[in-house]
């Protein structure tokens, strides 16, 4: 059984004991060095080859996504927020520490992983497992439940006893969290993200234009194209293969496109966020609507999603500046600021006979 325990971090005399935030991220992998900001910030990706030797990782290894031979596999070992190929993943932290972070590979080092909220023990224990077997001198690991990360990050008191609403929007899926008084009162975690948006844009275009485009085409489309409401100008030309002819060929997508292949599920997120509404206590329920509903990750970004917000659920949807930094920065202000550590928890692992 996996416990968690709220202990406060510790300097040990003598030894070089530095600390790591670390934001495992769906599609980015960043990296928040204590005392020295963000060291590493590319996509949680690598490439390696039938021997097991790796290629490429990070954005060297995106750039050979979808483009590689049959002897090279390109692999995002995370999935909807837990590690779903521990090799892999255990290989590409190893070869960051090794190769991209200055003196990764020495001394003792405490590591606080932002985990989601709605994983299972096994899955907890697998970050736990990655960190420990990596070699790269885990003295002690801490977890921080992704919300309170994220909400931290974006500056908000999640130690004060008013009820704060944050809706967390990332690459996998999107986690609805109601906190207060540093802790999770209610929270969910749905498989859409923007992954799901970008599939939901590639099977659009095939079948309204019978052309076959690839995930960062897709993604392209949604970054420049993307909106929560109908009607945005403007169109991209994509270049794909067609399904008729089997050549390659151009497709203009537009943003009235885009808006019909995502808006489902965009609308099912809101679902979700009325769902945890109703199941919020009355007390807390008041405060949300004083403070609004907090809106973080990289879809965040899609045009009028806060309109959408707003209209399905009558209250203010607020927004973080970076909202894909709101993780990593509230790691970092949990690692820096002693007044925040008891937000980390540390993992320990009890056999009971």
Request: aromatic share 6%.
């Amino acid at each position: 059984m996996i416990i968690s325990t709220h202990q406060p971090r510790k300097e040990i005399i003598g030894l070089a004991l530095r600390a790591y935030g670390i934001d495992l991220g769906t599609r980015v992998l960043k990296i928040y060095k204590e005392k020295n900001g963000v060291v590493y910030d590319q996509k949680n990706i690598l490439a390696i080859n039938d021997n097991g030797e790796i290629i490429a990782v990070g954005d060297e290894a995106f750039d050979m996504y979808e483009k590689v031979p049959k002897s090279i596999t390109v692999s995002f070992p995370i999935k909807n927020g837990v590690i779903a190929d521990f090799s892999n993943m255990q290989a590409l932290i190893q070869e960051i520490f090794r190769k991209h972070i200055k003196g990764g590979a020495r001394g003792n080092k405490d590591f606080f992983i932002a985990v989601p909220t709605d994983i299972t023990d096994v899955e907890k224990r697998a970050f736990l497992d990655l960190i420990e077997s990596a070699k790269i001198h885990a003295k002690k690991v801490y977890i921080v439940e992704k919300p309170i990360a994220a909400a931290v990050g974006a500056g908000l008191d999640v130690k004060h006893p008013n009820g704060v609403m944050l809706v967390d929007m990332g690459a996998d899926t999107t986690e609805i969290t109601i906190m207060s008084l540093g802790g999770i009162v209610i929270s969910k975690l749905i498989q859409i993200g923007g992954t799901k948006l970008d599939e939901d844009i590639m099977l659009y275009v095939k079948k309204t234009k019978n052309v076959i485009i690839g995930m960062k085409s897709a993604e392209e489309c949604k970054t420049k194209l993307a909106c929560a409401n109908q009607g945005i100008e403007g169109k991209v030309s994509i270049k794909g293969r067609d399904l008729v002819v089997g050549l390659p060929t151009i497709v203009d997508v537009t943003g009235d496109m885009v808006y019909e292949a995502i808006r489902e599920d965009l609308h099912a997120v809101m679902d979700a966020v009325k769902v945890i509404l109703e199941r919020t206590p009355p007390e807390i329920s008041s405060d949300i609507i004083d403070n609004g509903v907090y809106l973080t990750g990289g879809c965040s970004r899609i045009r009028g999603i806060d309109q959408l917000m707003s209209k399905e659920t009558e209250l203010k949807a607020r927004f973080y500046e970076q909202p894909e930094e709101a993780v990593i920065t509230g790691l970092a202000r949990i690692i820096e600021e002693p007044d925040l550590s008891e937000l980390a928890s540390s993992l320990i692992q009890t056999n009971y006979n």
